[in-house]
């Protein structure tokens, strides 16, 4: 399958998941509703700076969102909650909390791999 549908299915996925409109992502991604459809449909490639935007809000490595079988898998991610009503600036601090967790938890596994 084409790369760019693959990452179009796989962000539109993401966007379904965590129930924010086309509106609250792209206001996020700092980008406009209809840049964000080029980029579900698979018709645009999205700059990595926005793919790491959305990958750090949900919790994820920005290269997952190219695997074929992305939405198969359990989404493991600490994104429990559906994004009903927020700010763009809470999902901003979203992203910084996953990212922080993220960093966290590679350092510890870096740590427990060290000490083996």
């Known amino acids: 399958m084409d790369m760019l549908k693959v990452l179009g299915n796989n962000i ?4 379904g998941v ?7 992502l792209s206001s996020y991604l700092k980008i406009n509703r209809v840049e964000l459809s080029y980029y579900e449909n ?10 790491r935007m959305l990958a750090d809000l949900v919790g994820i490595e920005p290269m997952s969102l190219y695997d074929e079988s992305f939405a198969k898998r ?4 600490a994104f429990a ?3 009903n009503g927020f700010e763009v600036s809470d999902l901003e601090t979203i992203a910084d909390f ?8 590679r350092f510890k596994r ?5 000490s083996n």
């Open 81 to 83: 909650f559906r994004s």
């Open 110 to 114: 870096l740590s427990e791999n060290l």
């Open 42 to 51: 698979g018709q645009r490639s999205i700059p990595m700076t926005k793919l």
């Open 12 to 15: 539109a996925y993401l966007r």
């Open 18 to 24: 965590t129930g924010l409109s086309q509106q609250d």
């Open 98 to 105: 996953q990212r922080i967790a993220r960093n966290y938890l």
């Open 74 to 77: 359990p989404l493991q991610t």
